[in-house]
């Protein structure tokens, strides 16, 4: 399955962005699908998830209560609605499609294909 990100920009603080992981390929429901986000010289890190039926739903620490993820299943999207955003949300956000069986859904290891990243960066 082929994954593009997009919806990045530039927010000030306390503003909102949604951004978009639109699928092609395999059958995406299929797959639960998962954002990460890195900035420079950090490891990418686990920012929330949901299951292939949008039944079940993950999230970072960081980020619950502020970020919500969802997916369209007919629009082959994910969705991650990104509120309150800090300074400290900047970075490099991606979505992939983890492996169907096993794996863990906080882990990149556990996901199979990736795609682009796109930037959010929050002014403070």
């Known amino acids: 399955v082929q994954l593009q990100a997009s919806g990045g920009g530039l927010v000030q603080a306390g503003g909102s962005l949604r951004l978009s992981c639109a699928a092609s390929g395999r059958t995406f429901s299929n797959y639960a699908i998962g954002w990460f986000r890195q900035t420079p010289g950090k490891e990418r890190e686990f920012v929330a998830a949901i299951s292939w039926s949008g039944k079940s739903t993950y999230y970072a620490d960081s980020v619950k209560g502020r970020f919500t993820i969802s997916r369209d299943n007919a629009k082959s999207t994910v969705y991650l609605q990104m509120n309150s955003l800090k300074p400290e949300d900047t970075a490099v956000y991606s979505c992939?499609?983890?492996?169907?069986?096993?794996?863990?859904?906080?882990?990149?290891?556990?996901?199979?294909?990736w795609g682009q990243g796109t930037l959010v960066t929050v002014s403070s």
């Open positions: 992939a499609a983890k492996t169907p069986i096993g794996g863990n859904y906080y882990y990149s290891s556990s996901y199979v294909f």
